[in-house]
């Protein structure tokens, strides 16, 4: 369990990185460097950590030198915060020694990890770590996967409340977003593909719906699907959508973490709208080859070569300008296990671009929720909603620009 001695509430490690500037400054401008919550810079390069500070105007702002190669100063580190908030990826060529001194030292930890085999690997690694020692460990604290762990958690209860029972399937279906892929989002990709293409293990893990699930707990979900479809609930063609590959898995896992409080039986997906009739049907089958050539190409050496030098290198980014003038939208549709037309519609948005702007937000106000609220769980590997649930909606309404509603039909 964590001592009441830690000095700090949150250690933001990376902050020099382009992803890890913005959780600073998010943190600067909701809670300053005195307001509620202790928080300090973590990083390699002491001159590189000051410059940031004076960017931020909290010269009183504490730092944290440390390096990701370097196991004691690690847990220096992981001994000193209540939580450790890391945007230094990709994860699994940086972050696994963070990972096991957390789960050892009792530190509660939050990432941006996409990446499905690591995150496997981390669970089986340093479940009992974590259990023993109290640390609670919730990657996947961005655009993935917070908007639909929290979105499905969010009609969850509201199906509950207002019919008594909860949603036997829920659907999630992106309607817009505006803004690119993250430099480290690409590199975690292109990470995980590669992996897939040396292991025929990791090819059956990404391709198994419940790979993030305890052992023994399935459900009925099959197969991600591959091809354009109509969505007859939508009205609307539907094509996949990338990081449904991951969202499904969490939002599973959630499921079972909670005690099947969706249902055993709960079934979940997600793809993108791509609009009705013919120029819809036309677009999903453009979006869907336009994927699996992407998919395919990474899946062989020099073509990922080639598409690691096209896509955004880790540490690049937007503007401010194109940060702040990005959103995503995301529709969803919950069925009443009991009168299908008794199903409810809700809708998740956030006001600035999902890879950066919004993502950036979403860490740090889960990094203060891990910190700063009494919440339900012990020691373990958590998702987001089954973590943190309720306040880190409340926290996300409330700081972070998302809002979660529900659509009247």
């Known amino acids: 369990m964590q001592s009441a001695e ?135 604290c961005g655009f993935d996967s917070i908007p639909s762990d929290l979105g499905v958690f969010f009609l969850q209860r509201e199906m509950q409340a207002r019919n008594g029972a909860a949603c036997s399937r829920i659907k999630c279906r992106v309607k817009g977003l505006r803004g690119g892929l993250s430099g480290g989002t690409a590199a975690s990709l292109l990470g995980v593909l590669a992996e897939a293409q040396a292991d025929p293990a990791v090819r059956r893990l990404l391709a198994d719906p419940y790979a993030l699930n305890p052992e023994g707990r399935r459900g009925p979900d099959g197969p991600d699907r591959l091809a354009p479809a109509r969505d007859a609930d939508f009205d609307a063609w539907t094509a996949p959508f990338v990081m449904g590959a991951l969202n ?30 013919p120029v819809g049907a036309a677009r999903a089958a453009a979006l869907t080859a336009a994927l699996a050539a992407a998919m395919g190409a990474g899946a062989v050496a020099p073509l990922r070569d080639l598409l690691a030098r096209l896509l955004p290198a880790p540490g690049e980014g937007p503007s401010r300008r194109k940060r702040e003038a990005g959103y995503f939208d995301l529709r969803f549709f919950g069925e009443n296990p009991a009168d299908r037309g008794k199903g409810l519609r809700a809708r998740v948005t956030g006001d600035r671009d999902p890879g950066y702007g919004s993502t950036a937000r979403m860490l740090g106000e889960s990094a203060a929720c891990l910190a700063r609220d009494e919440l339900a769980v012990g020691g373990g590997f958590w998702t987001p909603a089954s973590a943190m649930g309720l306040p880190l909606l409340t926290r996300l309404q409330a700081n972070a620009g998302l809002d979660f509603a529900i659509l009247a039909e």
């Open 6 to 140: 830690r000095e700090l509430d949150v250690v933001v490690w990376g902050a020099t990185g382009f992803t890890g500037r913005l959780v600073a400054e998010h943190l600067a401008e909701r809670y300053g460097a005195r307001g509620g919550l202790a928080w300090a810079l973590g990083g390699r390069s002491e001159a590189r950590l000051q410059g940031l500070r004076a960017e931020l105007g909290c010269p009183d702002l504490p730092i944290v030198l440390g390096d990701s190669d370097d196991p004691a100063s690690l847990a220096a580190l992981a001994g000193r915060t209540r939580v450790v908030c890391t945007t230094v990826g990709p994860y699994a060529r940086h972050g696994s020694g963070l990972v096991a001194v957390c789960a050892a030292r009792g530190t509660h930890y939050c990432d941006l990890s996409g990446e499905l085999p690591w995150i496997r690997r981390m669970i089986d690694a340093h479940e009992g770590a974590a259990r023993a020692s109290g640390a609670r460990i919730v990657h996947c």
């Open 248 to 277: 499904t898995r969490v939002v599973r896992r959630t499921n079972a973490l909670l005690g099947d409080a969706y249902g055993a039986g709960f079934r979940y997906d997600e793809a993108i709208l791509t609009g009705p009739g």
